[in-house]
Structure formats: C-alpha cells, structure tokens
C-alpha cells in the first residue's frame, strides 16, 4: 500500500527563492530513493509556505532518503531559511490517477 509523506515549509521572509534554488535539487532525488512520485508546491495566498509531498512505497525508503549524507547535507544548507521544527507527515493513498 502507498504512503504519501508531505512536508510543510514555510519560510522565512525574503528568502524563498533561495530555498526554492537550494533545496529543488534535493526535492527532486527522492526517486532515487524509492520515491514513486514528488511535488514540490508552492501556495498563492502565502508566497512563503511551500508543501513537499512524496509517494512512497516504504516509510523505510523514506528514511533512507531523509537522513542520507546527501540529504542531511542539503537540510543542514537550508536550516536558517525555514521555521522549525520541520516534521513529516503520513497519508494512505486511496486514490489517484
């Protein structure tokens, strides 16, 4: 059964598009990882709050793309441009197209 894993960033003012620079390339490696699929959105009413949603098929790729070296050394170039704590959260995927 696919889980889906969404990400709420928000930002820190005046430092979005450097966020969304950084952190795309990392955001776009979860297939790598086992990922089945990843968005990485952003919101028109607020400019700053982004969403990061992966579909996996293992909470267990999940992690082993999360606290990669790889990654790990991504969040740790970004860690003064969001507000933290920063945390996951899990959804059963029941349908899509």
């Known amino acids: 059964m696919a889980e889906v894993c969404t990400l709420d960033w928000h930002i820190n003012p005046f430092r979005a598009d450097r966020f969304l620079d950084l952190w795309e390339p990392s955001a776009a490696k979860a297939p790598a990882y086992g990922a089945k699929s990843w968005s990485l ?46 945390l996951p959260a899990w959804h059963i995927l029941v349908a899509a197209e």
């Open 41 to 86: 959105i952003r919101s028109t009413d607020d400019p700053l709050a982004f969403r990061q949603t992966m579909v996996w098929e293992s909470r267990a790729d999940f992690e082993r793309y999360w606290y990669s070296d790889e990654i790990g050394q991504a969040r740790a170039a970004i860690i003064d441009l969001y507000d933290i704590p920063l």
